[in-house]
């Protein structure tokens, strides 16, 4: 059998396979070859496929690459690797209609996975808000504010009015790190507070604020410092002035 025809009866099968019975019985390298094809059909896509797996590690991996570090396996260019980016970006809009209405995600580790695929390779921090009714079901994902986290870059006040806007109950805060390290800065801590003393004050309850870096999180709230800063609100709030402090913005 010629060559060309050999390649067009293996991708032929790969599909037809996919087909029947979904990726199951499919090998990790197989998914990855199945999505090179889309942009090469007419091209071998075993090898590079194999390639993409071994340099980085597994097909988790190998989807979220970036661009330019999947061009630095031989026979990997923009046109085949097509396939994989298509089915990320597929995945990023799937979970995001799929998202609201949706009852809360109970753990942090289950938000992460919503939203890492959508924040691991931005280049500057993107704050997004989750808003949640009163039956803790999610009304909206929203991204509110680009670039460093600091208190002149994050209004307090604009969530605030979002959110009674939306008539939500509840508020999850999530931002990215692009430096890869999730641990949580001093300004990431100041305006953590800032949010949730202004959210109290109009009767909304912070769920959670994460931080997502490369392949990991920070959750404020598994790691107790939410419920430090709502003991402390508690206790300002009944401190002589308070209302007058400049603490809301």
């Given at each position: 059998m010629?060559?060309?025809?050999h390649?067009?009866?293996?991708?032929?099968?790969?599909?037809?396979?996919?087909?029947?019975?979904?990726l199951?019985?499919?090998?990790?390298?197989?998914?990855?070859?199945?999505?090179?094809?889309?942009?090469?059909p007419?091209?071998?896509?075993?090898?590079?496929?194999?390639?993409?797996?071994?340099?980085?590690?597994?097909?988790?991996?190998?989807?979220?690459?970036?661009?330019?570090?999947?061009?630095?396996?031989?026979?990997?260019?923009?046109?085949?690797?097509?396939?994989?980016?298509?089915?990320q970006?597929v995945?990023?809009?799937?979970?995001?209609?799929?998202?609201?209405?949706?009852p809360?995600?109970?753990?942090?580790?289950?938000?992460?996975?919503?939203l890492?695929?959508?924040?691991?390779?931005?280049?500057?921090?993107?704050?997004?808000?989750?808003?949640?009714?009163?039956?803790?079901?999610?009304?909206?994902?929203?991204?509110?504010?680009?670039?460093?986290?600091?208190?002149?870059?994050?209004y307090?006040?604009?969530?605030?009015?979002?959110?009674?806007?939306?008539?939500?109950?509840?508020?999850?805060?999530?931002?990215?790190?692009?430096?890869g390290?999730?641990?949580?800065?001093?300004?990431?801590?100041?305006?953590?507070?800032?949010?949730?003393?202004?959210?109290?004050l109009?009767?909304?309850?912070?769920?959670d604020?994460?931080?997502?870096?490369?392949?990991?999180?920070?959750?404020?709230?598994?790691?107790?410092?939410?419920?430090?800063?709502?003991?402390?609100?508690?206790?300002?709030?009944?401190?002589?002035?308070?209302?007058?402090?400049?603490?809301?913005?």
């Amino acid at each position: 059998m010629p060559e060309n025809d050999h390649r067009a009866g293996h991708r032929q099968r790969l599909r037809e396979k996919f087909l029947t019975s979904g990726l199951t019985g499919f090998h990790d390298y197989e998914i990855v070859e199945l999505l090179l094809t889309l942009g090469t059909p007419r091209r071998d896509c075993k090898i590079a496929a194999k390639a993409a797996l071994e340099k980085f590690g597994s097909l988790r991996g190998a989807l979220e690459a970036a661009p330019e570090d999947l061009q630095e396996i031989p026979g990997l260019g923009p046109h085949n690797i097509f396939g994989l980016k298509l089915v990320q970006e597929v995945a990023r809009k799937f979970l995001a209609e799929k998202l609201p209405g949706k009852p809360f995600c109970r753990n942090s580790q289950e938000v992460f996975d919503y939203l890492y695929h959508s924040m691991r390779d931005l280049k500057t921090e993107i704050f997004k808000v989750i808003y949640l009714d009163s039956a803790s079901r999610i009304l909206e994902l929203e991204d509110l504010f680009a670039g460093s986290l600091t208190s002149s870059a994050v209004y307090p006040r604009k969530i605030i009015e979002r959110a009674i806007k939306k008539n939500a109950a509840a508020l999850i805060f999530v931002h990215n790190h692009p430096s890869g390290s999730c641990k949580p800065s001093g300004p990431d801590l100041s305006v953590t507070r800032e949010l949730v003393f202004a959210s109290r004050l109009v009767e909304l309850k912070v769920l959670d604020h994460m931080i997502i870096g490369d392949g990991d999180f920070f959750s404020f709230a598994d790691r107790g410092l939410l419920e430090k800063m709502e003991t402390e609100f508690k206790q300002i709030r009944q401190t002589p002035g308070f209302y007058r402090s400049g603490s809301e913005k």
